[in-house]
């Protein structure tokens, strides 16, 4: 299999933390979707990471997608989406929102990237977006005491947290306090500080 895309994306990241965690052999391609459109165009017109290119030349886009593809590939004692309800749908739900808050940081990067006034309307509604959000991950994190969010094994919901976290504080480092939000901090720590999430990381590089 062929990753494309660089990890400072939190997208790209999870999934390669994914495959990674699973002993998946894959080919890491750090593209840009700006850069190296013109090289990731052929694989994926939308020009968006993450993609992964199967062995047999099949596409997938999305990393959630990606990560339903992979789990296929596992038995039911290491997949890590729970395969049963209720745990399923309590995962998705804090990987959706986690991955939610990865798409309204970038939202936010280039409303102010690419516009020479910002539109205070929009880039207050994506702060109050991303402050609602990590309350809510905040109180479930919280109330949780094992130490991963759906028991003692690691899941994509885990990940999708830490990863995200990581990239706001890069990309908008004073946008929010993270100290606000201990259970939040805590995990993502204990997360970047294993040796897949130091292995899988690059620091934020900001498109030209």
Sequence with gaps: MILIGQYDSPFVRRVGIALT??????????????????????????????????E???????????????????????????????????????ATLACGLGDKVVSLFYEK???????????????????????VLEADRSDIASEFWFGERIGHADIAVAVVLRFLGEVHPELVAISN????????????????????SQPFIAPA
């Design 56 to 94: 047999d030349g099949t596409v997938l886009i999305d990393s959630h997608i990606i990560l339903d593809y992979l789990d296929g590939l596992v038995a039911d004692d290491r997949v890590m989406f729970p395969r049963r309800e209720p745990s399923r749908h309590r995962a998705l739900k804090v």
């Design 113 to 135: 990237r690419l516009h020479e006034n910002a539109s205070a309307l929009w880039v207050d509604r994506c702060r109050c977006q991303i402050e609602a959000t990590l309350a």
């Design 181 to 200: 939000y201990p259970a939040l901090r805590a995990h993502a720590e204990r997360l970047e500080a294993l040796a897949v999430f130091q292995a899988i």
């Design 21 to 54: 965690l699973y002993g998946m052999a894959f080919e890491h391609r750090p593209w840009s979707s700006f850069a190296d459109a013109d090289r990731l165009r052929p694989y994926n017109p939308l020009t968006r990471v993450p993609t992964l290119v199967l």
